[in-house]
């Protein structure tokens, strides 16, 4: 039995969470069996690593930390993902290897041939069947977020309009270059709508395969 790995990505302040929470209850009201998790901080382990690099004061060089999300992502997919997908799960993660490229690639400035790398041994290989990326403006998030001014609890709240509009111009060249692989949902709508349309993708992918 194999199961359907999806993934949802977005700039900080895009409101995935809480399409990913109101997915998962459609679905499992229709029966299907759901495992909600994220990144970083899907398992016992990502969670000590998400408290030590990024909920935290530390100054955190930009290596280390693209490497310690690497480092989540491998525990992350052997100890959670792989085995809940070869039981038939539909795995839902709120962010996975695409945010390395967005965040690290295009924020950070790392060259994406050693992203590749990095990731393509962090994961083995492990490809999303779907990615929804909640699209929204940076300045519209920003606002969002310190609206929200709870919501800033790691370093990457704390950055400048400039970097998410790095981080979200990134997320959709890959979205651009992967259509197949890629939704873009306008964010920038109500609650409702936007879910509306989540589950359409999602029901779509799953009834293809
Ligand atoms: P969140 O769980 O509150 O969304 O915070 C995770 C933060 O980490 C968010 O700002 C995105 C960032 N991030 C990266 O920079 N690279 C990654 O690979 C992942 C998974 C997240």
Redesign the pocket.
Known sequence: MKGSFITFEGI?GSGKTTQLERLAESLRHSGRDVLIT????GTPLGRELRKAF?ETKQDVEPLAELLL?AADRAQHVQHLIRPALAEGKIVIS???AD??TA??GA?RGFDLKLIENVTAIATGGLKPDLTLFFDIEPQAAVDRMEFRAAHKK?R??LEPLEFYERVRDAYLRIAAAEPERFRVIDAGRGIDEIAAETLEAVTEMLDRV
């Open positions: 900080d994220c990144e970083p901080g990024l999300f709120d962010r996975y945010a390395t965040y690290q924020g790691n990457m709240d």
